[in-house]
């Protein structure tokens, strides 16, 4: 008897599924008890911290505009007082925010953030929460204005991510700098923006925290402490709740500005930070052990003269807006590109145009991905999972989702890319696999004129150090000079540092 039981058992275990063994109560009976392995993929341990996917989402925007238009349009400043007259803001054709939006996406564009309220008070939509707004302007054609409405039909009708600016500071206001203003203007101003659509991707909330302004007639200087005024967790809550994967920028605290308005990040340029540490001052490097996943975005005028329109501005050439574009997008940040509205309340012809070109050449230099085509090979692939894999071939298959990774322990490794015949090339770009953290903390790029020897090192004296998101390096060493095409069959990158396994999901030549 005690043979048979002891055969049966076996049998039991060698027909049972994964899982385990445990006896009832009582001695003799057992049952199965389900069990799963911790990590049946092989997926790396993530890199903290981490983004949020309204981030990730976020950063993959990339490219997009910021309309500055309102009161300042019609006066001529770029900082109202609080106390213009709301007859001044007086558009002279319908404004049209469904032209402005055409004329991005033609430059490559995937949304716009529209200014809907800047420091001078004055809304861009029939608000409750303030009589300084378009309602109240004799002007027929301000009367009929509701910027978040237009803007918002308009981005959903061309596939277009949208948000808005707005002033957390009101120079009109005269409940700014007391909790009242919170409560009933600013937040209860949020809260209507958000009702505009629940597919927001961002709200832009201004750094600037008080000072000098009308404030109903008190004529008077107001500062308040911005990391505790504005009651930014209840913010973030509500604004969340309507529009689950709208970033709060500045204020809002999940976006950080990288600094200098002039279209460039650090060409070290890390996505943690250390919030309360003047991340301004560091906005265009972040921190490589910074705590919070805190992504840098470049705020940069397309024009020659301020952030909104004034009478005889120039637009930038498309050469410089392409520089521009290598100089954020290419080192890890986002780029939000200013183009004014004129008092039209229409983006001006030359402005068009420019972002015409513009498209053009983001089409022409780095819409074909040669990568795609070649023969990939690494020094070392991870471990396949059950259900996923890490091969090299995931960095030239097109899919964000998929990536190559070494075994863990393993912080350098090659990646070579080999063409049967010769190809003709300007850029590398590289982009991590930023959910599972930022890791690459130095690389290198060399080419071969026959694929398997005389490997010469390309980009100059640019620091090829941080990847992130999205880096991408002009081989010849310049941003500004497109210059002549290298002719190479074979490319290797280097990963030489990492502060773990290195995860790519994409290398691109172009």
């Not at 007391?178 to 201004?206: N, P």
């Not at 996943?293 to 498309?318: C, I, M, Q, R």
């Amino acid at each position: 008897m005690k043979k048979t039981t002891l055969t049966l058992f076996a049998l039991s275990l060698a027909v049972a599924p994964s899982g385990g063994w445990a006896q009832q109560a009582g001695g003799s009976e057992f049952v199965i008890q389900q069990q799963s392995l911790p990590n049946p993929d092989n997926e790396p341990a993530p890199v903290h911290p981490v983004p949020h996917p309204r981030q990730l989402k976020w950063q993959e925007t990339e490219f997009y505009a910021f309309f500055h238009y309102g009161m300042n349009t019609y006066t001529g400043k770029e900082w109202g007082y609080g106390d213009e007259d709301e007859d001044l803001f007086a558009p002279t054709q319908a404004p049209n925010p469904k032209q402005w939006l055409e004329a991005v996406k033609a430059a490559g564009m995937k949304g716009g953030i529209a200014v809907v309220k800047h420091h001078d008070g004055f809304c861009l939509w029939p608000t409750a929460t303030t009589s300084h707004n378009v309602e109240n302007s004799s002007n027929a054609y301000a009367k009929e204005t509701n910027i978040p409405r237009d803007f918002a039909a308009a981005a959903k009708e061309l596939g277009m991510k949208y948000g808005f600016y707005i002033s957390p500071w009101d120079r009109n206001s005269a409940l700014y700098g007391t909790d009242k203003y919170v409560s009933d203007v600013f937040l209860r101003q949020c809260a209507e923006l958000a009702q505009y659509g629940t597919d927001q991707f961002e709200m832009w909330f201004d750094g600037a925290n008080g000072g000098d302004g009308y404030y109903g007639g008190k004529n008077t200087t107001i500062n308040v402490d911005q990391s505790t005024y504005y009651d930014v967790p209840n913010l973030r809550d509500s604004v969340h709740k309507v529009c689950p994967d709208c970033v709060l920028w500045g204020v809002g605290g999940e976006a950080r500005w990288i600094g200098n308005e002039a279209g460039w990040a650090g060409e070290t340029n890390w996505s943690p930070e250390n919030r309360g540490t003047a991340p301004e001052g560091n906005g265009m490097y972040g921190s490589e052990n910074g705590w919070f996943w805190l992504p840098g975005e470049s705020d940069a005028k397309g024009t020659n003269n301020g952030w909104f329109y004034h009478d005889g501005e120039t637009v930038k050439s498309a050469e410089r807006l392409f520089q521009m574009y290598l100089e954020t997008v290419g080192r890890n940040s986002t780029l939000i590109l200013n183009m004014p509205p004129n008092k039209a309340g229409v983006l001006p012809t030359a402005t068009v145009d420019v972002l015409e070109d513009l498209g053009n050449l983001l089409e022409t230099r780095l819409g074909n991905d040669l990568a795609r085509t070649a023969k990939v090979e690494v020094s070392e692939t991870r471990t396949a999972g059950a259900s996923r894999n890490y091969e090299a071939t995931n960095l030239t298959d097109g899919d964000k989702d998929t990536y190559w990774a070494t075994n863990d322990g393993t912080t350098s490794a090659t990646i070579t890319l080999t063409w049967d015949s010769p190809q003709r090339i300007h850029f590398v770009a590289l982009q991590e696999y930023i959910k599972l953290g930022q890791r690459v903390k130095a690389f290198k790029i060399e080419t071969s004129t026959d694929g398997s020897s005389n490997w010469t090192e390309r980009g100059g004296s640019i620091q090829q150090t941080t990847v992130g998101y999205k880096r991408i390096i002009p081989l010849n060493g310049s941003t500004s000079n497109y210059g002549s095409a290298i002719s190479v069959k074979g490319v290797r990158v280097t990963i030489e540092d990492s502060k773990a396994c290195p995860l790519l999901h994409t290398l691109s030549v172009y």
